[in-house]
């Protein structure tokens, strides 16, 4: 045989070259022939077919496993994976990519998650070779060994290797088949061979990168860029690629996909400072502000040039005045601290003056002074003259501090400066030191630097030095500038801390005075009265302005509850309710109008209840009232609302009762923190029904029936708030809940009812029968449907009058005999016969229901006896008759009062 025709095997080839039949180059010859068509060794004879078919033949051994037994033999099994069930890697996510069906996140995750196994031979593993089946993965650093000096034990040092192409070397032909396809034209050819490509290498991304070139080509340039962008993802460590797919993302508008790109770029590259500026501009632009800011620290950790030093100082202030912007100052010292640490040359006062105050914001107090030391050239010293360094001073422990001595502060540091640094070592606790400065300080004009004399006081009253934060204050109030409440108010505290109490009542009346807004004024006066045992003047004092009727909008939460707490001490009830009234406003709205009670009891939830009056006041440009200090417990002010909502029973001032128990429905505190919707709702309804408001009454229960269709008591309720209600708008009500709810039981007697008594007794007959087929026994069902045959015997035009009047009383005594006889059924009974005009009848059933027991016990025997009503009946058919002596004797017996 001969290798030049292409005929016979590999396997006999590799024989005949052993034997020395066939040559190495008659041996290689042969593979170039066979390479493009991608042959491998196998045991079937090549035909010249086309490496389609090729290829097909040779995913038999694709999911080959290699198992080892206890006595090291290996053996191979089938996979028992099938790749059908679901999308896995390869040309069947690739292809689902390509139409749109699956997202890039999704291709990614797939990928990410499947053990993408490539074609294998058949052969058997020996423990030598089984490392060579277990393939490294691309692109993996390779680790050398290298031995140094006498020592035996090698370092390794890791080498980069630039990735290799992925696929198999039978599959180089049919992609250079490809490209070359693609490049004479042959579009749909190359097309064809790349998608066979990633369906025999998955992993590879030559083929999805000449699948976007076959798809820049036909105009598709949204399916190209996302060949390119799977062929970027195979393929890792190309840097470059990133960065021109990130170009064409921002090119089409794909802000979010160009960040991706950009962050893949950068795992290659962390320290390219161009790619991190791009993608933080990225951020801003997407909004996403934190992440950026991120960015830009990364950015500042990477410049470290000197020729960078001006760019670093710059963006660490933008960013430190974001971080302060958004409240978070621990970030905004350390990008300070980070960027002035490598360039201390390019500080200047103002950054010192804020990292600064940033520090002591944060009570980082150690490192304020730290900050002074190094860059305002402020010196400790302990005793025996010793100077701190800056560098000890990062040792310096609270003790430490305790014993300095003194500090020397240049007398051309501003005045702002030496304040900050007065209030870091007053809280240190550097006695000793911050004497002499404070004195340096009270020589200044007050009215030009008043802020600063404040700030120290209040550092001097927080380490309850007051005495001398008393000083500083007295020079404060005495100024014409800061003669103001909020300096009182400091004055007034140092006084009481002092128990100097006369002057500190003083000055709290002289905060009230200022400001009476000033609700911790009042509260600490009104402690001071209680201490004094002077109950009077503590709960005036605590009165608002609004009780009498000012025009200002402001509560004080805590004020009024401390108001509360005294008046029910007292039991002075009526201040108490107006007081807890007041109170309930701190957390729900103030109903004033008809209209806004209406939008209340309209709107289903606290959310829509709350944007309806906040509406309404906007239209009719009221104010809502402002709460100042908003902290008393929820639980408090549930039981001052039981409270003050019993005491407004007691005194049945039902409209107060009503107008609260509305108002608290708009508190998000009770109806959602404290999930009391049910109780309140309920709360309300009882209120309405109280103060005989039927409207509300009714609207309440209409929502409390639809959320408890099937809690009998709350039919009871319905009914008895219908009762008082003249207006019949709860018809089409009923009819339309019982299309939705057709074999509901109260339902049906309210339809029949409803029927009943607007007339239409043919409707009320249809309710009444459907109810009666479904409870044959119930008396009262049989009772209403033989009074509704009695009613129809009567109308003026009825037809068939006598078949009617038998009907109904058939199942009138139906209705006897399941009940009984009693008052109730004798009596109902002789009504009939009354309304029928069949007198003599009439008065023998009303005779025996006088005569009747009263089937109803209990503290409503009384309530429920028929005696006076059946009475009077048969003093109308005496006196009908001319009867009058039977008339006056049964008026007598049973009608007089």
């Known amino acids: 045989m001969s290798a030049n025709t292409g005929e016979g095997t590999s396997t006999e080839l590799l024989e005949s070259i052993i034997g020395g039949e066939v040559s190495v180059e008659q041996w290689e010859q042969y593979k170039e022939q066979n390479s493009f068509l991608g042959m491998e060794d196998s045991g079937s004879e090549s035909d010249g077919s086309n490496s389609m078919s090729l290829c097909d033949d040779m995913e038999v051994v694709t999911n080959v496993e290699v198992v080892e037994l206890d006595g090291n033999e290996p053996i191979y099994e089938e996979s028992d994976e099938d790749s059908n069930d679901q999308v896995t890697w390869g040309y069947d996510a690739a292809n689902k990519y390509i139409r749109g069906e699956i997202s890039i996140g999704d291709m990614f995750e797939i990928a990410e998650g499947t053990s993408v196994k490539q074609p294998a031979r058949k052969k058997l593993c020996t423990d030598k070779t089984k490392k060579q089946i277990e393939s490294k993965p691309q692109g993996q650093e390779e680790d050398v060994e290298i031995f140094e000096g006498s020592g035996k034990q090698p370092r390794k040092i890791k080498k980069d290797r630039k990735k ?17 396809a693609f490049a004479n034209g042959k579009t749909e050819e190359a097309l064809k061979m790349c998608l066979e490509l990633i369906k025999l290498a998955p992993n590879a991304n030559e083929p999805f990168h000449t699948l976007g070139l076959i798809y820049d080509e036909l105009g ?60 933080c501009n990225l951020y801003e632009q997407l909004g996403v502000r934190k992440r950026a800011l991120t960015g830009y620290e990364l950015i500042i950790k990477h410049l470290s040039s000197p020729e960078d030093g001006e760019k670093c100082a710059d963006m660490a202030r933008e960013i430190a005045k974001m971080h302060h912007d958004n409240n978070d100052d621990s970030n905004a010292v350390k990008v300070l601290e980070t960027a002035f640490t490598k360039f201390p040359s390019l500080i200047t006062s103002e950054d010192v003056n804020f990292l600064i105050e940033l520090q002591l914001g944060l009570k980082m107090y150690k490192s304020a002074v730290k900050t002074m030391a190094q860059h305002c050239e402020v010196k400790l010293k302990i005793p025996d003259d010793l100077i701190v360094s800056v560098e000890d001073l990062a040792e310096f422990t609270d003790e430490d501090f305790k014993d300095v001595a003194e500090c020397n502060v240049p007398e051309q540091l501003p005045i702002d400066l030496v304040a900050k640094f007065l209030i870091c070592i007053i809280h240190l606790r550097s006695n000793a030191a911050f004497m002499p400065l404070l004195e340096n300080l009270k020589a200044e004009n007050p009215e030009e630097v008043g802020d600063l004399f404040l700030d120290v006081a209040e550092a001097l009253m927080e380490t309850k030095e007051y005495e001398s934060a008393k000083k500083l204050l007295q020079i404060l109030i005495s100024s014409s500038s800061y003669n103001l409440a909020a300096v009182w108010m400091k004055y007034a505290d140092c006084l009481h801390a002092l128990s100097e109490t006369d002057a500190a009542i003083h000055a709290y009346g002289k905060v009230i005075q200022m400001s009476p807004t000033y609700q911790d004024a009042r509260l600490s006066l009104s402690k001071i009265f209680l201490d004094l045992g002077r109950k009077e003047e503590a709960m005036s004092i605590l009165k608002q302005d609004f009780e009498s009727g000012s025009e200002l909008s402001v509560l004080g939460a805590e004020a009024l509850y401390q108001r509360c707490k005294l008046l029910e001490s007292e039991e002075r009830w009526d201040e108490f309710i107006t007081t807890g009234v007041l109170l309930q406003y701190s957390h729900c709205q103030h109903l004033e109008t008809e209209e806004e009670f209406t939008a209340v009891i309209m709107n289903q939830t606290c959310r829509r209840r709350i944007e309806a009056l906040r509406e309404l006041k906007t239209k009719n ?25 019993n005491k407004l029973l007691e005194k049945k001032r039902f409209e107060d009762l009503q107008n609260l128990s509305l108002a608290v429905l708009s508190s998000v505190l009770f109806m959602k923190k404290l999930g009391l919707a049910k109780e309140l709702e309920f709360q309300a309804l009882l209120s309405c029904y109280y103060n005989n408001n039927a409207q509300f009454s009714y609207l309440l229960c209409r929502d409390l029936v639809l959320k408890n269709l099937h809690n009998n008591k709350v039919w009871n309720l319905f009914c008895l708030i219908l009762n008082r209600n003249q207006e019949t708008r709860h018809n089409k009500f009923c009819l339309r809940l019982m299309m939705k709810h057709q ?13 009943m008594i607007s007339g239409t007794y043919k409707h009320a007959l249809g309710e009444y029968m459907c109810i009666l087929k479904e409870h044959p026994n119930d008396s009262f069902i049989t009772f209403c449907v033989g009074i509704t045959f009695i009613h129809m015997a009567c109308q003026k035009f009825a037809t068939k009058r006598h078949l009617l009047t038998v009907q109904g009383f058939a199942f009138l005594l139906k209705y006897l005999k399941l009940k009984g006889e009693c008052q109730e059924t004798l009596y109902n009974i002789g009504r009939a016969f009354h309304q029928l005009g069949i007198k003599d009848l009439a008065v023998h059933y009303y005779k025996k229901a006088l005569m009747a027991p009263n089937f109803i016990n209990g503290p409503d025997k009384d309530t429920f006896d028929l005696r006076r009503e059946i009475a009077y009946n048969l003093c109308l058919i005496y006196k009908s008759t001319g009867a009058l002596d039977l008339v006056y004797l049964y008026s007598r017996k049973y009608i007089t009062v």
């Open 164 to 180: 290799q192409s992925v696929l198999p070397k039978h599959l180089l032909g049919l992609m250079g088949a490809a490209n070359l």
């Open 220 to 279: 598709e340039a949204r399916k190209a860029f996302q060949c390119y962008l799977v062929a970027a993802f195979l393929n890792p460590s190309d840097t470059d690629e990133w960065i021109r797919l990130a170009e064409l993302s921002i090119e089409h508008n794909d802000i979010k996909q160009a960040v991706t790109c950009y962050t893949r770029a950068l795992r290659n590259d962390p320290s390219n400072i161009s790619y991190l500026w791009e993608r």
């Open 621 to 645: 440009n009221k104010p809502s009232i402002e709460v100042i200090g908003e902290n008393v417990a929820a639980s408090e002010l549930y039981s001052i609302f039981k409270k003050v909502c």
């Open 743 to 755: 074999d509901h039981l109260a339902l049906g007697f309210f339809n029949g009812h409803n029927a």
